[in-house]
């Protein structure tokens, strides 16, 4: 077997997992979060010789300390966070001593980067909140205490940090210990352990104070040397498939990074969403086969019987399987400057698993300065919400609460691939399995055959004025008297109905779209020609237009008139009443529209005659029938 070695796990891959704890630094601005972590590396000797001469160079260059070390710069690593003085990134850094290794990330404090905060809060076990004694207990030490509370950190220092600045008072740090308990009651926090400190002079940092002989407690060093580590090997077993390995002709295994608990050869595994049940036959590294493997170990796996297996599948335990379901609960952290739209598809990875998903309701916004929930229609950046996600596959997962290497997501915008946002699965929602796909006798290539044609959607998209509805009129009357089954659904017919609770925000023009969308795929498959005429401004949403629809049945037809003769023509004076103000998002005027990039057919109604334009797309359609 060792030729099939050189494609497995790398050797450092599948070492056991040590024991590593990994905390997040976070609280308000210069409330000392870099340089407490930079404390934390220089007193226990974790720098080598040449940082600590890079740190005295930076100290000349860019400290604020005067001719001492600003352990600060140890972290503040990036030219803006060095020439602002803050923290406006997530740092991460390693140490070790000789009890435990540690991944600290240091998070920003500013309002604006609480995307950042949360990211850095996602992976970690314990938080280290930090309050300057001088100020006490600000909005954004709330605010971070919610949001660590939220991603499901339960264990909270609480570092009063620079009470070398007002005597070492311990009224001082027991009357903010005591505030924070009284705010922190409701968010669940299984441990809070109160230190006081000053990061600058080392106070009760790996040493404790004699300036503080009141304070009998462990130093914060001591305090995550002992904490209790949430442990993953305690779960069952979960590992998503990242890769298919076939390092042979003969040799076929499931390579990823165990997500929870432990496997040995001969351990029974159920292979999800499918279903199926076999049993696993070695664990595979570079440096030979493992008798067992724990989590956060990457390794390859292979199975006594030949299963269909792709990436994003997860091999879990066989009499405790994960749950699998396409719709869900889930908090949201929006990343992105332009807002999340209710209905609009965005790619998802959940796990290893990809999909397309769509957040079909904000149930609430939260205000994550006092915890209240708050009705919303649209998310902006920074905004955490409870939303319901819904997503065209089953997926394997857990609450992110039990396994969140199992239930953290991201959303990617599918225009631009941009990491738009992340969140938690909080919980399956009851109809993704009480709901079934129900299989019918008659299907569309019947309904299709009964009216000999080629059900399609034909989709006219332009500025308000360019004339799709003259063109989706005429076009149907030339398909009608050749005895095609037509129907028109016009934009501004269907928000006389179906779409009449809708307005023209963003929002609102992507969930009409959507609903056209889905009543032109209706159609399509009782095997009718659909016609949709309607402005729908935006790429994402056309695509998720196509994508309803199987293969060639989606045609895009650009009817692209300048927006000049548009406006000029404005036969319902809408153009006119846009330029005075009186209608707000208007396409073209002050709202967006997005030109198709590739469509089928383009029509030009500003240099040819309706009647031409249709039969240039008749001639389009003839050809493709």
């Given amino acids: 077997m060792s030729a099939q070695r050189p494609e497995a796990m790398p050797a450092h891959l599948a070492t056991p997992p040590q024991d590593t704890l990994r905390l997040i630094t976070c609280g308000s601005v210069d409330d000392g979060k870099s340089t407490l972590i930079g404390r934390l590396l220089h007193d226990s000797h974790n720098l080598f010789e040449d940082q600590l001469s890079a740190l005295q160079a930076d100290s000349r260059a860019h400290g604020t300390q005067g001719d001492r070390l600003d352990l600060a710069l140890l972290v503040d690593g990036l030219q803006a966070e060095r020439e602002q003085g803050i923290t406006i990134d997530v740092a991460y850094r390693f140490f070790a001593t000789e009890k435990r290794k540690f991944i600290v990330a240091d998070c920003p404090g500013h309002e604006q980067y609480t ?8 992976t970690a076990q314990l938080a280290v909140l930090l309050v300057d004694a001088r100020k006490g207990l600000l909005t954004q030490t709330c605010r971070h205490a919610r949001i660590v509370s939220l991603m499901g950190v339960k264990r909270v220092v609480l570092a009063v940090n620079k009470l070398d600045l007002l ?22 926090f299984r441990e809070i352990v109160a230190i006081p400190l000053s990061a600058l002079e080392g106070d009760n940092v790996t040493q404790s104070s004699r300036h503080m002989p009141w304070y009998e407690g462990p130093t914060l060093l001591e305090h995550l040397e002992t904490v209790p580590v949430d442990a993953e090997a305690t779960r069952p077993f979960r590992m998503p498939v990242q890769w298919v390995n076939r390092a042979s002709s003969d040799f076929r295994g499931y390579a990823g990074r165990i997500a929870a608990g432990e496997v040995r050869p001969g351990d029974p595994v159920r292979v999800l969403p499918s279903g199926v049940t076999t049993r696993v036959s070695r664990i595979v590294t570079l440096d030979g086969d493992l008798p067992v493997a724990h989590a956060g170990q990457a390794v390859t796996l292979t199975l006594e019987d030949e299963r269909d297996i792709i990436r994003g599948d997860v091999l879990a335990a066989g009499q405790d399987p994960c749950g699998v379901a396409d719709q869900f609960e889930a908090q949201l952290i929006w990343f992105h400057e332009n807002p999340l739209l209710p209905g609009r598809p965005y790619d998802v990875l959940v796990h290893t698993r990809a999909a397309i998903a769509r957040v079909m309701q904000l149930k609430w916004r939260l205000d994550v300065n006092n915890g209240a929930h708050l009705a919303a229609k649209t998310l902006g950046m920074n905004e955490i919400a409870t939303v319901t996600l819904s997503l065209d596959r089953p997926v394997a997962f857990e609450p992110y609460a039990a396994c969140p290497a199992m239930g953290a997501f991201i959303l990617v915008d599918r225009v631009t691939r941009e990491t738009v946002g992340a969140g938690m699965l909080t919980h399956a929602l009851r109809r993704a399995s009480n709901l079934h796909w129900q299989a019918l006798s008659v299907d569309q290539s019947a309904r299709a055959a009964q009216k000999s044609q080629k059900p399609r959607c034909i989709w006219l998209t332009g500025l308000s004025g360019a004339g799709k509805s003259t063109i989706a009129n005429l076009l149907e009357q030339r398909l009608h008297a050749s005895g095609r089954h037509t129907y028109v659904l016009d934009g501004d017919n269907v928000r006389h109905g179906l779409n009449r609770d809708l307005g023209f925000t963003e929002a609102d023009r992507v969930e009409n779209v959507r609903r056209m969308a889905e009543v032109a795929a209706l159609m399509v498959d009782a095997g009718l020609i659909v016609i949709v005429s309607a402005i729908s401004p935006y790429r994402s949403e056309r695509t998720f237009a196509r994508g309803r629809l199987g293969e060639g049945q989606f045609v895009e037809v650009f009817v692209d008139t300048p927006l000049e003769v548009c406006a000029a023509r404005d036969p ?8 005075r103000g009186e209608i707000k998002n208007f396409t073209g005027i002050d709202s967006a529209y997005e030109a198709p990039e590739t469509p089928e057919v383009v029509l030009e109604p500003g240099s040819a005659t309706p009647e031409a334009c249709v039969e240039k797309l008749l001639a389009w359609l003839a050809l493709t029938d």
Wanted: glycine content about 14%; hydrophobic content about 40%; charged content about 25%.
């Fill in 115 to 122: 995307r950042n905060m949360a990211t850095g809060a996602s």
């Fill in 572 to 579: 319902k004076g809408l153009y006119a009443k846009a330029k």
């Fill in 167 to 188: 005597d070492y008072g311990q009224s001082v740090f027991a009357g903010i210990e005591s505030q924070f308990r009284d705010f922190a009651a409701e968010l669940g």
